[in-house]
């Protein structure tokens, strides 16, 4: 079983920046493929940012060049750093995390609010 919890969402005005983390716990390995997708209100899951197991990252248009993915296997967890938000990016963001040995495993998710 994994675990994962995420933190560092809030409120911030449009063009601010915020930091979201997920620690991760269990049967965890650094071979895993690891990211964040959102889901605004009204509207499907989508991808934000991913590691795969080789190190390869791949973003959303929408937030190329705005946000970030990074990760610690020492501590078991990975970041999102958000910068010059935006409305649009209001969301719930869910930290993911496939297993290299089986199994995908999402957060509860951490609430992130633009305001205009």
């Known amino acids: 079983q994994v675990q994962l919890v995420e933190s560092g969402g809030g409120l911030v005005q449009a063009g601010g920046s915020l930091r979201l983390s997920c620690a991760a716990s269990?049967?965890?390995?650094?071979?895993?493929?690891v990211g964040w997708y959102r889901q605004a209100p009204g509207k499907e899951r989508e991808l934000v940012a991913r590691?795969?197991?080789?190190?390869?990252?791949n973003y959303a248009d929408s937030v190329k060049g705005r946000f970030a993915i990074s990760k610690d296997n020492a501590k078991n967890t990975i970041f999102l750093q958000m910068n010059s938000l935006e409305p649009e990016d209001t969301a719930v963001y869910y930290c993911?995390?496939?297993?290299?040995?089986?199994?995908?495993?999402w957060g509860k998710g951490t609430l992130v609010t633009v305001s205009s």
């Open positions: 993911n995390r496939k297993r290299y040995y089986g199994g995908d495993y």
């Open positions: 269990g049967s965890i390995s650094s071979l895993d493929d």
């Open positions: 590691i795969d197991r080789w190190g390869r990252i």
